[in-house]
T-cell receptor
Framework: DAGVIQSPRHEVTEMGQEVTLRCKPISGHNSLFWYRQTMMRGLELLIYFNNNVPIDDSGMPEDRFSAKMPNASFSTLKIQPSEPRDSAVYFC??????????FGDGTRLSIL | GENVEQHPSTLSVQEGDSAVIKCTYSDSASNYFPWYKQELGKRPQLIIDIRSNVGEKKDQRIAVTLNKTAKHFSLHITETQPEDSAVYFCAATVNRDDKIIFGKGTRLHILP
């Protein structure tokens, strides 16, 4: 079991650029979650999918953020255009019915 | 929707003493309460969880208690050790593969 795999681990880019974060959930897991963590706001749920379908995107801050899950083994979170206030650690987590959520190692995003 | 309050935000404990972190939740339908530990620069990891049909659960030096009537639950760490220093998050949800609502976290310092 390789766990939840996120890439890249670190991303530094200039404001206005498009940022794409990637996540591979644990094989067999059917729910996937994207979180954002900052010192000020803690751990916030942005969006989650069940069986590749977005269930709740009420945490997505604004239209600059979008997420997709084209298949059971891959999801992306895009920010376009990026802003300095988007700087944070973004975590992906996955679970299967009856199991606790498992987190990936996160992507540390810095927008200059 | 569910709201989880966590206290204290910071806790310093002498090595060997006990630490207690308390959380309250608002949705009486919540029935699953996980606790996550996050070491500096690492991902949140599940350390213990409890379902609403159980009042207490223990795993070595860690225990969690749940009072459904009062809608609060607590994490107890006994005989604290330096490696217990981390941020601890409580959470609540109705279903484990549904979104879980996290508290703001408690930064635990174990003093030598």
């Amino acid at each position: 079991d390789a766990g939840v795999i996120q890439s890249p681990r670190h991303e530094v880019t200039e404001m206005g650029q498009e940022v794409t974060l990637r996540c591979k959930p644990i094989s067999g897991h059917n729910s996937l979650f994207w979180y954002r963590q900052t010192m000020m706001r803690g751990l916030e749920l942005l969006i989650y999918f069940n069986n590749n379908v977005p269930i709740d995107d009420s945490g997505m801050p604004e239209d600059r953020f979008s997420a997709k899950m084209p298949n059971a083994s891959f999801s992306t979170l895009k920010i376009q255009p990026s802003e300095p206030r988007d700087s944070a650690v973004y975590f992906c987590a996955s679970t299967y019915r009856g199991q606790p959520q498992h987190f990936g190692d996160g992507t540390r995003l810095s927008i200059l | 929707g569910e709201n989880v309050e966590q206290h204290p935000s910071t806790l310093s404990v002498q090595e060997g003493d006990s630490a207690v972190i308390k959380c309250t939740y608002s949705d009486s339908a919540s029935n699953y309460f996980p606790w996550y530990k996050q070491e500096l620069g690492k991902r949140p990891q599940l350390i213990i969880d409890i379902r609403s049909n159980v009042g207490e659960k223990k795993d070595q030096r860690i225990a969690v208690t749940l009072n459904k009537t009062a809608k609060h639950f607590s994490l107890h760490i006994t005989e604290t050790q330096p490696e217990d220093s981390a941020v601890y998050f409580c959470a609540a949800t109705v279903n484990r593969d549904d979104k879980i609502i996290f508290g703001k976290g408690t930064r635990l310092h174990i003093l030598p």
